[in-house]
């Protein structure tokens, strides 16, 4: 499956922005969806997981209470609905898929980037102070 984020762009602290990531077929409903976040000279960081069916949700601490995960399959699309955004959340974001259902087993799994098959191209996220 090939992935296109899109949504990012430059925004106030305090701030929302709704991220995107398009699925090029129609199996995306096979994938548990994953959002990272990478600042340049840093390792690239988990922000939250759903799963295939939308029925299970994690998120890193990072993300807790501000950003919210969904997907709507009939559209082949997963969403990152970012709000009370923070400078330290500029990053270039991420969307990343696999079918394994280990990831929801261990956190240490979901939260290693080599644990994914499919990687969309990033978006950046700017957030002004």
């Known amino acids: 499956v090939q992935l296109q984020a899109s949504g990012g762009g430059l925004v106030q602290a305090g701030g929302s922005l709704r991220l995107s990531c398009v699925a090029s077929?129609?199996?995306?409903?096979?994938?548990?969806v994953a959002w990272f976040r990478q600042d340049p000279g840093k390792e690239r960081e988990f922000v939250a997981i759903?799963?295939?069916?939308?029925?299970?949700?994690y998120y890193g601490d990072s993300a807790k209470g501000r950003f919210t995960i969904s997907r709507d399959n009939a559209k082949n699309t997963v969403y990152l609905q970012m709000n009370s955004l923070k400078h330290e959340d500029t990053a270039v974001y991420y969307c990343?898929?696999?079918?394994?259902?280990?990831?929801?087993?261990?956190?240490?799994?979901?939260?290693?980037?080599?644990?994914?098959?499919?990687w969309g191209q990033g978006t950046q996220v700017t957030v002004s102070s």
């Open positions: 990343a898929a696999d079918t394994s259902r280990s990831l929801f087993v261990s956190s240490r799994k979901r939260s290693t980037p080599g644990s994914y098959g499919y």
């Open positions: 077929d129609g199996t995306f409903s096979n994938y548990n």
């Open positions: 759903i799963s295939w069916s939308g029925g299970t949700i």
